[in-house]
């Protein structure tokens, strides 16, 4: 079955250490995205790349990494700039139209130790 | 500029009884809007959208949803509510005056749906 595939489900980071989130799509989708989710705030676009070897900014990118080196693949880091990381991180992919929806993987939850 | 709102946080429903979670929304073109459903520590499934035509569409697990261009409204409706149905619903909405080759969704803040046995 096709589909998007986050790993690992649940992260752990200490002070001062980068993390790097994976997010994996079998489905041929040429977009992708990655959003953090907290309470009460809903979903907000940290980066989205539209094809291989480019990316963009979201609303909140700073303190975060992209590379986008495959289609099947956008792996999103957490670096020590990022001071409060603790979230829900939800990887998404679509087909670049505008009638279409996105799909959601099951999310990595990221917590500080 | 897109955007959209979820008036309500919550809303709570008892089992059998008909559920409508609320959903406005502010885009500078035309809509198209999208209803997603997530249940703890998974990801957004896609119930419903609505691109143009009929206002009322039809979704997943018997969900149906009513597009009012008047009120931009697009508000996520059911029958007769479930146990099961109990979770955290998401509005998004996109732009057709998106910026060239953006596809991006604004999301609404989410509405949890408890429904009482």
């Known amino acids: 079955d096709g589909g998007i595939t986050q790993s690992p489900k649940y992260l752990f980071r200490k002070e001062g250490q980068n993390v790097t989130l994976s997010c994996e799509q079998n489905l041929n989708h040429d977009a992708m995205y990655w959003y953090r989710q907290d309470p009460g705030q809903g979903l907000r676009l940290i980066y989205y790349?539209?094809?291989?070897?480019?990316?963009q900014k979201g609303d909140i990118a700073e303190g975060y990494s992209v590379s986008r080196e495959k289609k099947e693949s956008f792996p999103l880091t957490v670096t020590s700039a990022q001071k409060n990381p603790t979230a829900f991180y939800l990887c998404a992919s679509s087909i670049p139209v505008l009638n279409q929806p996105q799909h959601f993987g099951d999310g990595t939850r990221l917590s500080i130790l | 500029a897109q955007s959209v709102a979820q008036p309500e946080d919550q809303v709570n429903v008892a089992e059998g009884n008909p559920l409508t979670v609320k959903c406005t929304y502010s885009?500078?073109?035309?809509?198209?809007l999208f209803w997603y459903v997530q249940y703890p520590n998974r990801g957004l499934q896609f119930l419903l959208k609505y691109i143009t035509g009929d206002n009322l569409v039809k979704g997943s697990y018997g969900f149906e949803a009513e597009f009012n261009k008047s009120q931009t409204s697009f508000h996520l409706k059911k029958p007769s509510a479930l146990v099961s149905d109990s979770a955290l619903y998401f509005c998004a909405v996109r732009d057709s005056y998106s910026g060239a080759g953006s596809y991006q969704l604004t999301f609404g803040k989410g509405t949890k749906l408890s429904v009482i046995p």
């Open positions: 790349s539209q094809i291989v070897n480019d990316f």
């Open positions: 885009v500078s073109g035309n809509p198209y």
